[in-house]
């Protein structure tokens, strides 16, 4: 497997907090990518980060990447009730980048 | 603009009989298409990817099969089903790989229950 925490987290907060989900991986990876995926529907991409980036923002979400402690995470700032969604981190292996495994997620529950 | 396009959006089978599910990309050409199976409530396993017409490279073996009979379309099939096929089939496509590309599009799925 490509990742070292294997459950699914849940997390729940309330509308204006800042929230933080973490993901390890195993092996080296040449990108990070953040997808969220909103119930019954495909996953969509939010931020993508290469191993050359430390940080990259995005509107209110910021990744970051540890490629020394081969870990990366996901803030949120001042969250909103549509932020209420499944997140997913997933990596490549380096070798091969048409297969990505895909972390278990962090279920984001953010309350008004 | 692009759009994808996955069929059927359900399906109720019945253990050991026959599936077929379908995506098409329409507004690209030749991109790498990918389909991956998720379990309720559960993460999103790769199953295959394909980078060319006629040709499908398999990442898990789950009893599954894929086509890529056009540019624009993929096939996931079984002639026998199990009760494990059951859950959310996704197809998703990309560029490939460079400094904007990587990133996958997913469809909307199709949900597959096995009685």
């Known amino acids: 497997s490509q990742w070292g925490e294997e459950n699914l987290q849940a997390l729940s907060i309330q509308e204006g907090e800042d929230v933080t989900m973490n993901c390890s991986y195993k092996?080296?990876?040449?990108?990070v990518h953040w997808y969220r995926q909103d119930s019954g529907r495909g996953p969509a991409l939010i931020i993508l980060?290469?191993?050359?980036?430390r940080e990259k923002r995005s509107g209110r979400l910021r990744a970051t990447l540890d490629t020394s402690s081969q870990s990366s995470s996901l803030s949120i700032t001042a969250a909103q009730c549509e932020d209420t969604a499944v997140y997913f981190c997933?990596?490549?292996?380096?070798?091969?980048?048409?297969?990505?495994?895909f972390g278990s997620g962090t279920k984001l529950t953010v309350e008004p | 603009a692009q759009t994808i396009h996955q069929w059927p959006v359900a399906e109720i089978k019945a253990v050991g009989s026959p599936l077929s599910l379908g995506c098409t990309i329409k507004?690209?050409?030749?991109?790498?298409l990918y389909w991956y199976w998720q379990a309720t409530g559960g993460t999103l396993q790769q199953l295959f990817y394909?980078?060319?017409?006629?040709?499908v490279e398999s990442v898990v073996q789950l009893n599954l099969s894929a086509s890529r009979p056009k540019d624009d379309q993929f096939i996931l099939s079984t002639e026998k089903l199990l009760l494990s096929h059951s859950g959310f089939y996704l197809c998703?496509?990309?560029?490939?790989?460079?400094?904007?590309?990587?990133?996958?599009?997913f469809g909307e799925g199709s949900k597959l229950t096995v009685l």
């Open positions: 998703a496509w990309s560029l490939g790989w460079g400094e904007n590309t990587g990133q996958l599009y």
């Open positions: 092996t080296y990876t040449t990108v």
């Open positions: 980060i290469r191993s050359n980036e």
């Open positions: 997933a990596t490549d292996e380096g070798s091969n980048y048409n297969v990505l495994y």
């Open positions: 507004g690209k050409s030749s991109p790498n």
């Open positions: 394909s980078i060319t017409v006629g040709q």
